[in-house]
T-cell receptor
Framework: AQRVTQPEKLLSVFKGAPVELKCNYS??????LFWYVQYSRQRLQLLLR??SRESIKGFTADLNKGETSFHLKKPFAQEEDSAMYYC??????????????FGSGTQLTVLP | DAGVTQSPTHLIKTRGQHVTLRCSPI?????VSWYQQVLGQGPQFIFQ???????GRGNFPDRFSARQFPNYSSELNVNALLLGDSALYLC????????????????FGPGTRLTVL
C-alpha cells in the first residue's frame, strides 16, 4: 500500500523567512513524487515533480529515499506563496495502473 | 481552452438517491481521472479512464462507477448515496494515463460539491 503523510495541517511563517513543508511517504517500489498547490479560489495544480529536479517559483524538493521524505523548501517565503500544498505519490496499488495518492495537505500562510 | 470543466458546480441529494457528475477534459487529452476530496483531507483516487477503458480503480465500493465517452468526456455515477459521500469530486485530465510517463501532468477541474442530506 502507498501512503503519504504531511504532519503539519497549518504552517505560518513571516515574509522573507525560510519555509519547509514536510512530506513522508510509504511505498515498496520506486516512487514518483509530486507537489501540488491550490491557491485561494483556484484549481489544484502541479508545482513540481521530483524527477525533473527543477526549481519552480523558488521552491525545491529533494527525494530522500533513506528517510522516505520529499520535503518542499523555499529559502525566502513570499506572501503570494500562501496556499494549500499537497504532496502526492504516483505508484501502483492493488494491481491497478499507477495512481496518485495525496497527503492531507498543509495550509501555508506567509505573514507580512 | 477553458481547461477541465465539471458540472454541476453544486449538488444536494438525499440518502439513497443516485447522482451523476460530468467532466469534460482539456481538448486533446484522452485520459480522465476522478478523485473524492472530503473536507480536511487530500484528494482520494477513485477511477482513471483512458480511451474509454478503465485503467485504474481506487478503494471505493461498487456503488461508484464511471465511464468515458468517444469524445473523452466522462461521467461519475454514485448509487445509494450515503451521508459519507458528501465531498468535493474532482476530475483531472491528461494526455495519457499516469503509467505512461512520469512527466504526465494531471490538470484538475474546479470540482463538484456534493452534499448528501
Amino acid at each position: 500500500a502507498q501512503r503519504v503523510t504531511q504532519p503539519e495541517k497549518l504552517l505560518s511563517v513571516f515574509k522573507g523567512a525560510p519555509v519547509e513543508l514536510k512530506c513522508n511517504y510509504s511505498y515498496s517500489g520506486s516512487p514518483e513524487l509530486f507537489w501540488y498547490v491550490q491557491y485561494s479560489r483556484q484549481r489544484l495544480q502541479l508545482l513540481l515533480r521530483h524527477i525533473s529536479r527543477e526549481s519552480i517559483k523558488g521552491f525545491t524538493a529533494d527525494l530522500n529515499k533513506g528517510e522516505t521524505s520529499f520535503h518542499l523548501k523555499k529559502p525566502f517565503a513570499q506572501e503570494e506563496d500562501s496556499a494549500m500544498y499537497y504532496c502526492a505519490l504516483s505508484g501502483i496499488s492493488s494491481g491497478s495502473a499507477r495512481q496518485l495518492t495525496f497527503g492531507s495537505g498543509t495550509q501555508l500562510t506567509v505573514l507580512p | 481552452d477553458a481547461g477541465v470543466t465539471q458540472s454541476p458546480t453544486h449538488l444536494i441529494k438525499t440518502r439513497g438517491q443516485h447522482v451523476t457528475l460530468r467532466c469534460s477534459p482539456i481538448s486533446g487529452h484522452k485520459s480522465v481521472s476522478w478523485y473524492q476530496q472530503v473536507l480536511g483531507q487530500g484528494p482520494q483516487f477513485i477511477f482513471q479512464y483512458y480511451e474509454k477503458e478503465e485503467r485504474g480503480r481506487g478503494n471505493f465500493p461498487d456503488r461508484f462507477s464511471a465511464r468515458q465517452f468517444p469524445n473523452y468526456s466522462s461521467e461519475l455515477n454514485v448509487n445509494a448515496l450515503l451521508l459519507g459521500d458528501s465531498a468535493l469530486y474532482l476530475c483531472a485530465s491528461s494526455p495519457f494515463p499516469s503509467d505512461f510517463s512520469s512527466y504526465n501532468e494531471q490538470f484538475f477541474g474546479p470540482g463538484t460539491r456534493l452534499t448528501v442530506l
